[in-house]
C-alpha cells in the first residue's frame, strides 16, 4: 500500500458524499420549469458547470461535465495504476465526443465537446477527422482498434465493445458484472429489440465477452440461459424485447447498489474508485432525468416510476441509433 493510494481512496470516499442524492433529484422533478431547476442544482455539486439560463439540453450536458471533472479530480490523487483505471473509465466521455463529431458530419446539431485533456486516448486526432472514413482509419490506429466498418453504427458498436473488453480486463472483480451486463444488454437491444445483426467485428468482440452460444441465441430468453453467470443478472425475468427497458433499469439500480458497497468497503485499493465513479455515474443520470421532468412542467413522483434515460455510461449510452447520445 502506497500513500498515493490511501489519500485516492479516501478522496474517493469523500467524493462520494458529493453525489446530489434522491432527495434533491426529487426536488429537480418537481421544479415547474428548467430554470427553477438550476435554482436548485447551482448550490450542490454540479454548480461546477449548471448555470442559470442554460436550457434542457445545454444543463444536461453541464451534468455529464460536472461528472468527468470529479473523475479527473479524482485521478490526480491516485498512484499511477489508479489513475489508469479512471482514464479506462472515463473512455465513455470520448465515446460521447465522437458521438458528437459524427453528428457534426452529417449535419446534425451537436453538443459540445467534452474536455478530456489527460482522460483523452485519441481525441487530438480523432476531432480533426472530416469524414466517417477517416474516423475509421484513425481508430484503426489508436488503442480503440478498428471498429469494423466506416458506417455510423459500424463505429459507434465498435468504440463501445472495445470499450467493454478494455473494462473487463481493467475493473476490480467486483466490478466485471457490470460490464458482462451491460454488454449482454447492448446485444439483446440490437438483435432483438432493433432486429439488426450485429456487424462481424462487433460480433467478435461480444463473443469474447460473452460466448458465442449466448451471441447466437434466438431470443431473449435463450440468450440469458446462455449467458455466463456473472452476465445473466442482467437478463432475469426478462420476457422479450418490449420489457429490455426493465433490465437496464436493474442495471443502473446494481450499479448504484454495488458501487456504494465497494466505497463502504474496507481498504484502501482501486474498489472504492471503481465505486464512486459508479455512484456519481447513477446520480449524473438521475439528474438528468429529473430535468427532463422539470422541463415537462414537473412531476417529482414520477422520477423513480418513469425514470427518464439519461443515457450515462450503462446499456442505454452504449447503443447504436436510437439511444440518448444520438
Known amino acids: 500500500m502506497t500513500a498515493a493510494w490511501v489519500a485516492g481512496s479516501t478522496r474517493a470516499r469523500a467524493l462520494a458524499r458529493r453525489a446530489a442524492g434522491r432527495a434533491v433529484a426529487r426536488r429537480v422533478a418537481g421544479c415547474g420549469s428548467v430554470e427553477e431547476a438550476l435554482a436548485v442544482l447551482a448550490v450542490t455539486s454540479y454548480g461546477h458547470d449548471v448555470r442559470r439560463g442554460q436550457d434542457l439540453g445545454e444543463a444536461q450536458w453541464a451534468v455529464l461535465a460536472t461528472l468527468l471533472w470529479h473523475l479527473r479530480v479524482l485521478a490526480g490523487w491516485l498512484p499511477r495504476e489508479g489513475g489508469q483505471l479512471v482514464r479506462v473509465l472515463t473512455r465513455w466521455f470520448e465515446i460521447a465526443n465522437v458521438d458528437e463529431l459524427m453528428c457534426r458530419l452529417a449535419g446534425r446539431p451537436a453538443d459540445p465537446e467534452f474536455t478530456l485533456g489527460s482522460a483523452g486516448t485519441a481525441w487530438p486526432r480523432l476531432r480533426r477527422c472530416g469524414s466517417l472514413a477517416e474516423l475509421r482509419t484513425a481508430l484503426r490506429g489508436s488503442p480503440w482498434g478498428d471498429p469494423g466498418g466506416p458506417g455510423h453504427r459500424e463505429i459507434q458498436l465498435g468504440m463501445r465493445l472495445a470499450w467493454a473488453g478494455r473494462l473487463a480486463d481493467t475493473v476490480p472483480p467486483a466490478a466485471r458484472a457490470?460490464?458482462?451486463?451491460?454488454?449482454?444488454?447492448?446485444?439483446?437491444?440490437?438483435?432483438?429489440?432493433?432486429?439488426?445483426?450485429?456487424?462481424?467485428?462487433?460480433?467478435?468482440?461480444?463473443?469474447?465477452?460473452?460466448?458465442?452460444?449466448?451471441?447466437?441465441?434466438?431470443?431473449?430468453?435463450?440468450?440469458?440461459?446462455?449467458?455466463?453467470?456473472?452476465?445473466?443478472?442482467?437478463?432475469?425475468?426478462?420476457?422479450?424485447?418490449?420489457?429490455?427497458?426493465?433490465?437496464?433499469?436493474?442495471?443502473?439500480?446494481?450499479?448504484?447498489?454495488?458501487?456504494?458497497?465497494?466505497?463502504?468497503?474496507?481498504?484502501?485499493?482501486?474498489?472504492?474508485?471503481?465505486?464512486?465513479?459508479?455512484?456519481?455515474?447513477?446520480?449524473?443520470?438521475?439528474?438528468?432525468?429529473?430535468?427532463?421532468?422539470?422541463?415537462?412542467?414537473?412531476?417529482?413522483?414520477?422520477?423513480?416510476?418513469?425514470?427518464?434515460?439519461?443515457?450515462?455510461?450503462?446499456?442505454?449510452?452504449?447503443?447504436?441509433?436510437?439511444?440518448?447520445?444520438?
Open 178 to 326: 457490470w460490464v458482462l451486463g451491460a454488454t449482454a444488454l447492448l446485444v439483446a437491444r440490437e438483435r432483438y429489440a432493433e432486429g439488426r445483426e450485429l456487424p462481424p467485428r462487433s460480433r467478435d468482440r461480444c463473443r469474447a465477452l460473452l460466448g458465442a452460444d449466448a451471441v447466437a441465441a434466438a431470443s431473449v430468453a435463450e440468450m440469458a440461459e446462455r449467458l455466463p453467470f456473472t452476465a445473466r443478472w442482467a437478463l432475469r425475468g426478462i420476457g422479450g424485447p418490449e420489457a429490455l427497458w426493465i433490465g437496464e433499469r436493474h442495471w443502473w439500480a446494481r450499479l448504484e447498489d454495488d458501487g456504494r458497497n465497494l466505497v463502504a468497503g474496507p481498504g484502501f485499493s482501486a474498489a472504492p474508485v471503481a465505486g464512486v465513479a459508479a455512484v456519481l455515474a447513477a446520480d449524473a443520470r438521475r439528474i438528468r432525468g429529473a430535468l427532463e421532468l422539470a422541463a415537462r412542467g414537473g412531476d417529482g413522483d414520477a422520477l423513480e416510476s418513469t425514470a427518464p434515460d439519461g443515457g450515462v455510461v450503462g446499456p442505454a449510452g452504449w447503443g447504436g441509433d436510437g439511444d440518448a447520445l444520438a
